[in-house]
């Protein structure tokens, strides 16, 4: 619950952070409209999940007289959220020294450590590729400056 809660409030910052920028029209948009569409919909997930996580909640069971409760299980969810969100705030403080490739390399391979990726050839391949084609994409396709950084790409 402690997860939806945090990603909740993360998409709200985000969508909070986004009206700071110029949202355009929906045949012009403005560089604050995809990062207001991404923190509504984390909001809206988030949501859902922590509906979903109360709802099948189980039941207090009834400790016998004398005995004490166990304590709640932790599965870790908690520790991957703040893990993730700090993850994105390091390659978002790094970005404009290390440049665009590198920080979505680097943070491709935080992210996929953090969500339990331990082979290394299988996490670089994944961080590599999705590095590669979101710098096409983004740079080379749709020309969005980006920062280049120390490699200067």
């Known amino acids: 619950m402690t997860a939806a809660i945090a990603l909740f409030v993360f998409g709200a910052v ?11 029209t929906p045949r012009m948009p403005g560089t604050g409209l995809f990062p207001l569409a991404l923190g509504v919909m ?5 949501a859902t999940q922590a509906v979903r ?10 400790p016998a007289a004398g005995a004490a409760a166990p304590p709640p299980q932790r599965d870790g969810a908690t520790q991957r959220v703040v893990l993730f969100m700090g993850a994105v705030v390091v390659a ?5 020294t290390l ?8 943070l491709m391979l935080a992210l996929l450590w953090v969500l339990g990726v331990r082979k ?4 670089g391949s994944i961080a590599l590729g999705s590095a590669v084609a979101c710098y096409f994409v983004f740079v080379q396709w749709l020309k969005i400056p980006l920062p280049s950084g120390v490699l200067g790409f």
């Open 42 to 46: 984390l909001m809206g997930l988030a």
């Open 53 to 62: 996580l109360y709802l099948a909640r189980p039941k207090p069971a009834q």
């Open 120 to 123: 290394p050839h299988v996490a």
């Open 14 to 24: 985000t969508a909070a952070l986004s009206l700071q920028l110029p949202l355009g």
């Open 92 to 96: 978002t403080a790094l970005l404009s």
């Open 99 to 106: 440049g665009y490739p590198l920080t979505s390399f680097l």
